[in-house]
């Protein structure tokens, strides 16, 4: 059974920078698809970044690009948020997943991955 692990969460000011770290126990690390979501209170978890594993070409949804980076590392099975310019409204519980030969108009899509991490609170405050 695969484990995500999220790391990094916290409270920051408005304009601050964060960095989100999730370890996976995979043994196919390097050839899964690695995303993140967020879901703030009332609201649906939607799509936030991803980083493919065959060309690691990166993926943001329209509301994060620019100031949020993702990227990953196979060595140490671990795929990085680097968010910078944080705004309130980033705040957010942010879920890292996993997925396997996830296609790339798939790719913002929750149902597309088959594991996910705990969570862990972004908090901007104003």
């Known amino acids: 059974q695969a484990q995500l692990v999220e790391s990094g969460g916290g409270l920051v000011q408005a304009g601050g920078s964060l960095r989100l770290a999730c370890t996976a126990s995979?043994?196919?690390?390097?050839?899964?698809?690695m995303g993140w979501f967020r879901q703030a209170p009332g609201q649906e978890r939607e799509f936030v970044a991803a980083?493919?594993?065959?060309?690691?070409?990166?993926y943001y949804a329209d509301a994060v690009r620019g100031r949020f980076t993702v990227s990953r590392d196979n060595a140490k099975n671990t795929a990085y948020l680097q968010m910078d310019t944080l705004k309130p409204e980033d705040t957010a519980v942010y879920y890292c997943?996993?997925?396997?030969?996830?296609?790339?108009?798939?790719?913002?899509?929750?149902?597309?991955?088959?594991?996910w991490g705990q969570g862990t609170q972004v908090t901007v405050s104003s």
């Open positions: 980083v493919s594993y065959m060309t690691e070409r990166p």
């Open positions: 995979l043994r196919a690390f390097s050839r899964t698809t």
């Open positions: 997943a996993a997925g396997s030969t996830i296609h790339a108009k798939l790719i913002g899509s929750t149902r597309a991955y088959n594991f």
